[in-house]
C-alpha cells in the first residue's frame, strides 16, 4: 500500500512540475481604452494572446464579442474581469479575452461595448475591433 501511495504522489508530483513548466505564455498582451484607435496584434500559430479592455462593469457595461465563429483563432477561455480598485465595489476594470491562434491566416474580432439589459441595442454603442495577423 505504501508503494501504491509513493508511486501516485510521484506522479502527481511529475505532472504538476510538467504544468508548471508548461504554461501557455500571452504572445501578445494588448491593453486598450475604449476610445482608443482599433489595432493588429501579431502571433504565430500556438501562441496565446489577451486582449484587455476598460469597462464600466459596475455601471452594467462590459464588452461581448460581436461574433465568435472564427476560422484562425480560438477564445481558450470565458473572459474575465480584472478591478481597477479592489478596495471598491463597482469599480471600473478591464476585461480580458483570451484567445489562441490555430493556424496562419487573418482573422477580425470584434467587439461591442453596451448594457446588455438595454434592448434593443442602441446603434452608437461603441466597438471596437483587432486584425490578428497569424504568421
Not at 500556438?46 to 464579442?65: D, H, M, Q, R, Y
Not at 477561455?77 to 476585461?95: A, C, H
Request: proline share 7%; charged share 20%; hydrophobic share 40%.
Amino acid at each position: 500500500m505504501r508503494m501504491v501511495i509513493l508511486f501516485f504522489a510521484t506522479g502527481c508530483l511529475m505532472f504538476f512540475a510538467y504544468c508548471n513548466n508548461h504554461t501557455a505564455h500571452p504572445a501578445t498582451n494588448m491593453t486598450t481604452a475604449t476610445d482608443a484607435d482599433d489595432s493588429s496584434i501579431r502571433v504565430h500559430p500556438g501562441e496565446s494572446f489577451t486582449i484587455k479592455l476598460k469597462a464600466a462593469v459596475g455601471n452594467g457595461f462590459s464588452w461581448k464579442l460581436v461574433d465568435s465563429s472564427f476560422q484562425y483563432i480560438r477564445q481558450t477561455r470565458k473572459e474575465n474581469f480584472e478591478p481597477g480598485n479592489e478596495s471598491i465595489p463597482g469599480t471600473d476594470g478591464t476585461q480580458v479575452f483570451y484567445f489562441k491562434a490555430m493556424r496562419p491566416g487573418k482573422e477580425i474580432i470584434r467587439f461591442i461595448y453596451l448594457q446588455p439589459f438595454i434592448k434593443p441595442v442602441p446603434t452608437s454603442a461603441p466597438r471596437k475591433q483587432f486584425t490578428i495577423l497569424i504568421q
